[in-house]
């Protein structure tokens, strides 16, 4: 006989599954809004309103714009606020990421794509001659880790392939080395490589992983975000025009 979930099981799992599918939505998608009472002309100058009123602190500009057929690309300077090295935490040094937004205004739809995704770290110089040894060491492995991923690409990298193979080839190796490395039922030579493994990897996987969650953020910032992203101006705009 079939096992049949409670009521209450299921209504948790069905939360989970659309939770888990507007996740992966918002990871993945260049963004569509459809609606039959969105004009051209007009929706072309509230995304162009929408985009200085709100990007203007990520140094917006536009690169292209073409009216006629409703065309509009944007470059800016986004901070990543989320990236949680150290470094970024105590003002040693400010990640962002240079993109540059296509938008497309027609009757009936609006379309955004971010087509250009490149992280960069910026130093801030501030001096490291008041820290502890320990937090000192954290920072120099930190910026080590950074300057490695940097120097690949002469600098600014981009969010590509290349940067989610790593940052995917390096998170199971990591977590295994985590759960290892003070695990007492292992042997102390599986504990030692753990823990060298470990210690010698962990910033570089942060450093990619900031890189690579990175995409999520900025998608959901500047689409989502409540009272400033790019759907609500749409809405905002919509909600006016009934």
Same mark, same amino acid.
């Given at each position: ?26 990871? #993945? ?115 080590? #880790? ?63 992983? #900031?890189?690579?969650? #990175? ?28």
């Amino acid at each position: 006989m079939a096992y049949k979930f409670p009521p209450t099981s299921m209504k948790k799992l069905l939360f989970l599954f659309v939770l888990l599918m507007n996740v992966c939505s918002i990871y #993945a998608y260049d963004i569509i809004i459809e609606d039959s009472r969105i004009r051209k002309d007009d929706i072309y100058e509230v995304i162009k309103k929408w985009a200085f009123t709100t990007l203007d602190s990520k140094d917006v500009k536009i690169l292209y714009e073409d009216k006629s057929s409703g065309n509009i690309i944007f470059e800016g300077k986004y901070i990543d606020n989320h990236n949680g090295l150290s470094s970024r935490i105590m003002h040693y040094v400010l990640p962002y990421v240079i993109y540059q937004l296509e938008i497309h205004c027609d009757s009936g739809s609006v379309t955004a794509e971010f087509i250009k995704l490149k992280y960069s770290y910026e130093s801030l110089n501030k001096s490291t001659y008041y820290l502890n040894d320990y937090t000192r060491s954290l920072l120099i492995k930190e910026h080590e #880790a950074i300057i490695k991923v940097m120097r690949k690409s002469d600098g600014a990298f981009d969010i590509d392939e290349t940067i989610k193979n790593e940052y995917n080839r390096l998170k199971p190796l990591i977590d295994d080395a985590r759960n290892k490395k003070d695990d007492k039922s292992l042997s102390s030579k599986e504990r030692r490589e753990s823990k060298q493994f470990y210690e010698a990897n962990e910033k570089l996987y942060e450093v990619y992983s #900031a890189a690579y969650w #990175a995409e999520y953020y900025i998608k959901t910032d500047i689409y989502d975000k409540d009272k400033t992203g790019l759907r609500y101006y749409v809405n905002n705009y919509l909600e006016k025009s009934e």
